[in-house]
């Protein structure tokens, strides 16, 4: 944001006291290729996922696999916080979801390809242990067998 | 842990505050409300920008890297937040039968759906828009303290769990509808006439009310996510 000067105290209160995960450094993988060599996919946590696929419950630390050919009329989202906004979703799932803007891209020559999937966790986790643990390193696994280069991480 | 995997990520970030103590390996801070990462619905040429620049932090060759979206791509005219119920007072005049008002949103909301080429919010309940008086009539029950259950719930979805989703699709259903009515209306405007002047506002003012009333913090968060 929400630049947190623009919020309510109470918003603000609750966004400087929510558990973030302290790191002091993180891994880095040097990208070796030009974008337009690249595979690419979003991994969001905007609680996305196809319809008729099994819905997200708070604090659901498992994911959803979206195939990256899904049209974006088969997207809903059961992450449904009343802390956000959810018209600009309704009007357009780029804004948290940009699958359509990437596809421009590609077909402009500035990106290689999609990989087959994206992956989709719950947002405003409190509680991170699982995703770490396991489906973290579940969905990175996968990615990688995929020959995906680059993952877009996304919010909502 | 996608990077462990050896997958170069990037990131866009909506709280700058807490990025700097998670430090992603790249990470663009937007200064935009959440629901609105990439900027505004509909403005592509806004999204590639934020997507370039999200894309561009791969050319960094150390980490981890926290860069601000430059100054002249945002708006600046976006609200914080949506205004909650809790913020907006009812009108006097409410409209008492809310079956008939969603049968009328609904007609709105049909329209919405070939405007849109069938893309909706609405479903998670798994009760068709068609029969969806039905979802109204169990919350109302549920609002007056009966005790109600539908068919449709799912044996491993718990009652509360099924009430939000239920209230969720109502809100869909009137807020897409509402799109249709007046299509340039932004979440703000919506909200204040979803809580103010409908009368499923109301209803899920006193379906908050009774989930909020209870000692199972289950239902209290149920009741969160209804309304504040």
Redesign the interface.
């Given at each position: 944001?929400?630049?947190?000067d623009?919020?309510?105290q109470i918003?603000r209160n609750n966004?400087?006291t929510?558990p973030?995960?302290?790191?002091?450094?993180?891994?880095?993988?040097?990208?070796t290729k030009p974008?337009a060599a690249c595979r690419l996919a979003i991994?969001t946590t905007?609680g996305l996922h196809r319809?008729g696929d099994r819905?997200f419950?708070?604090g659901d630390q498992s994911y959803r696999v979206i195939p990256s050919d899904t049209p974006?009329?088969d997207i809903?989202?059961?992450h449904?916080?009343?802390?956000?906004?959810?018209?600009?979703?309704?009007?357009?799932?780029?804004?948290?979801f940009?699958i359509?803007?990437?596809r421009?891209?590609i077909a402009r020559g500035e990106?290689g390809e999609l990989g087959p999937s994206c992956y989709s966790f719950m947002g405003a986790q409190r509680e991170v242990a699982r995703?770490?643990s396991e489906t973290?390193?579940e969905?990175?696994?996968r990615?990688?067998d995929e020959g995906?280069?680059?993952?877009?991480?996304?919010?909502? | 842990?996608?990077?462990?995997?050896?997958?170069?990520?990037?990131?866009?970030?909506?709280?700058r505050?807490?990025t700097e103590?998670?430090?992603?390996?790249r990470a663009l801070f937007v200064?935009?409300?959440?629901?609105?990462?990439?900027?505004?619905?509909?403005d592509?040429e806004l999204?590639?920008r934020v997507?370039r620049a999200?894309?561009d932090l791969?050319?960094e060759?150390?980490?981890?890297v926290l860069r601000d979206l430059p100054a002249e791509l945002d708006p600046g005219d976006q609200?914080?937040?949506?205004p909650?119920a809790s913020g907006i007072t009812p009108a006097t005049q409410i409209p008492d039968d809310v079956a008939m008002e969603t049968t009328q949103m609904r007609r709105y909301h049909e329209r919405w759906l070939e405007k849109?080429?069938?893309?909706?919010?609405f479903?998670?309940a798994g009760i068709p828009a068609t029969r969806f008086r039905g979802a109204v009539r169990f919350l109302e029950g549920f609002a007056e303290g009966q005790d109600v259950d539908m068919p449709e719930r799912p044996a491993d979805v718990p009652l509360p769990?099924f009430i939000?989703?239920c209230a969720?699709d109502l809100?869909?259903l009137y807020?897409?509808g509402h799109?249709v009515m007046k299509p340039a209306?932004?979440?703000?405007e919506?909200?204040r006439w979803f809580w103010g002047e409908t009368g499923a506002g109301r209803l899920l003012r006193r379906v908050r009310d009774r989930l909020d009333a209870s000692t199972d913090p289950r239902w209290k968060?149920a009741a969160?996510?209804?309304?504040?």
């Open positions: 944001m929400p630049r947190l623009r919020l309510s918003a966004l400087l929510f973030a995960q302290v790191n002091e450094t993180a891994p880095f993988v040097r990208l974008l991994v905007a319809r819905l419950t708070p974006t009329i809903i989202q059961s449904t916080s009343i802390g956000f906004d959810r018209v600009p979703t309704m009007r357009d799932v780029n804004i948290s940009p359509d803007r990437l421009e891209l990106l995703i770490e973290g390193p969905v990175g696994r990615l990688r995906v280069d680059i993952a877009l991480i996304t919010p909502t | 842990m996608l990077e462990q995997a050896g997958v170069s990520t990037t990131s866009i970030s909506l709280v505050e807490h103590k998670v430090k992603p390996p200064p935009f409300p959440f629901g609105m990462a990439f900027g505004r619905p509909d592509a999204q590639h997507l999200a894309l791969l050319a060759t150390t980490g981890p609200p914080g937040a949506p909650q849109s080429g069938g893309r909706t919010h479903g998670l769990n939000r989703y969720d809100k869909a807020f897409e799109l209306a932004g979440g703000e919506i909200a968060a969160f996510g209804v309304a504040r």
